[in-house]
C-alpha cells in the first residue's frame, strides 16, 4: 500500500497533467470533452493498478476541471488544499 506522501505525489501529478492539458478551455466541444474524460478514466486505471483510487472529493474536482466548469486558478488552490489533507 502506499503511503501518504506517495498518494500525494500521484494526486499532484494527476493534478499537473489536468491544468497543463485543460488551460483557457471555455467552450469545449463535445468531442474534446470526451477525450478529457477519456484521460481521466485511463488515470483513474493506472491508479488502480497500483492500488489506488482517487476519492469522490477528487474525482469530482477533476472532472469540474476537465468539464471547463472551473479555472484553472481556482482548481489549483481547491487541489491544492485536498493534497495538503490527505
Known sequence: ???D???RENFMRIIKVTSQD???MKAMKRSARQ???FALNNAKASLAIEGMQLTPKEEE???LRA???MKNSEFLSRALEI???V
Open 35 to 37: 477525450k478529457k474524460h
Open 67 to 69: 468539464d471547463g466548469k
Open 1 to 3: 500500500m502506499y503511503s
Open 22 to 24: 485543460a488551460k483557457g
Open 83 to 85: 493534497a495538503k489533507n
Open 61 to 63: 474536482l477533476l472532472l
Open 5 to 7: 506522501g506517495e498518494r
